[in-house]
């Protein structure tokens, strides 16, 4: 079975700091790891994934995510935070081959000017 | 190409009555997943459809059923609506690649009053 923890309900930042909303994973095949985002009243968007090529994933709008066997975590940062970037974030676990997708509970992210 | 349309976007229901939902995936995805989305319980699977055939089912009543038809077009009916039903219903489509990447409409909203 898999499934993911968001560690933060809410994170509130200030525009032009960084962003760091973390995840940590359970998996009992090797993961495949998403972050997507939902802009109120808007479906939700991809903004990266891992599927075990490179560990440091790039994604859309500046966003970067690592993923750490070891600590079984998949958390995603950006270095400077953009009032766009205000939304809801959710942390997806998936076994490849399988849509079985999990989401996490979300992280609210907050950015004040 | 087209995204995942869902329609309708809005619509008011009272208790007792049924509702249908319907989704169109991107061209070419044979895959369709329905979520529920609700402050409380956040995003729940509800099943997935796969070339007609449900692949995969979550833990909601039998109220709620859907199908998938030969174009791959979706539809998810929930039958004697409760308050409870209250909710952002999404759609998610993917393709026969199977990384798991899931493209999401906008959302039908329900309100049961």
Redesign the interface.
Known sequence: AQSVTQLDSHVSVSEGTPVLLRCNYSSSYSP?L?W?VQHP??????LL?Y?SAATLVKGINGFEAEFKKSETSFHLTKPSAHMSDAAEY?CVV??????????G??TRLTVKP | KAGVTQTPRYLIKTRGQQVTLSCSPISGHRSVSWYQQTPGQGLQFLFEYFSETQRNKGNFPGRFSGRQFSNSRSEMNVSTLELGDSALYLCASSSTSDTGELFFGEGSRLTVL
């Open positions: 495949s998403f997507y009243n808007k479906g939700l968007q991809l994934k599927t959710f998936g076994a490849y081959n399988n849509n079985d997708m999990r989401f509970a979300g």
